[in-house]
T-cell receptor, first 111, second 113 residues
């Protein structure tokens, strides 16, 4: 079993839809959770960062962490064609420089 | 602007040849990483370095080699021993603690011809 599981998609939605992207994990020691966005043939860029449980909002993006269920989510409101990309979750336990990545979910937003 | 520069963007290699991928950062980060990305497999760690003149193998180090002679530079050599080298290679750096995330370069696409 992988430490981090992420549905590869693709997830195809119409412009303006609310998108929900999710990851599950098995290591209860994880405390730092991130979402990266990767456009085709580009490097991943850090989109959202959260510590421990709770929600964090940044514009149209909301990151949610439920440590009791070992489940994290990224919500995108009013999705745009420019949001079409692969979204990778990543997480880390404390006192380490290692990030564990999900395999990524490919999102397509059509006009 | 601070960032990570990977070069070249595209690289073609004949079978049996070694090639070196460049990675330079001006973020003053201590740690640097090399990942390989294949469709459907996510990011796989090849090598990482937490300090100059020191580096450790990742999950798929066979057929690869690295050096870390300067803090800013972490080149990756893909040797002829790597059986399936065609992939997208990503370099990343961090301050040395994963909780702050990594900064990635724009990647090098290596194709064996």
């Amino acid at each position: 079993q992988k430490e981090v599981e992420q549905d590869p998609g693709p997830l195809s939605v119409p412009e303006g839809a609310i998108v929900s992207l999710n990851c599950t994990y098995s290591n209860s020691a994880f405390q730092y959770f991130m979402w990266y966005r990767q456009y085709s043939r580009k490097g991943p860029e850090l989109l959202m960062y959260t510590y421990s449980s709770g929600n964090k909002e940044d514009g149209r993006f909301t990151a949610q962490v439920d440590k009791s269920s070992k489940y994290i989510s990224l919500f995108i409101r009013d999705s745009q064609p420019s949001d079409s990309a692969t979204y990778l979750c990543a997480m880390s336990p404390p006192n380490t420089d290692k990030l564990i990545f999900g395999t990524g979910t490919r999102l397509q937003v059509f006009p | 602007d601070g960032g990570i520069t990977q070069s070249p963007k595209y690289l073609f290699r004949k079978e049996g040849q070694n090639v070196t991928l460049s990675c330079e950062q001006n973020l003053n980060h201590d740690a640097m990483y090399w990942y390989r990305q294949d469709p459907g497999q996510g990011l796989r760690l090849i090598y990482y370095s937490q300090i100059v003149n020191d580096f450790q193998k990742g999950d798929i180090a066979e057929g690869y080699s690295v050096s870390r002679e300067k803090k800013e530079s972490f080149p990756l050599t893909v040797t002829s021993a790597q059986k399936n080298p065609t992939a997208f290679y990503l370099c990343a750096s961090s301050i040395g603690e994963g909780q702050y995330g990594y900064t990635f370069g724009s990647g090098t696409r290596l194709t064996v011809v």
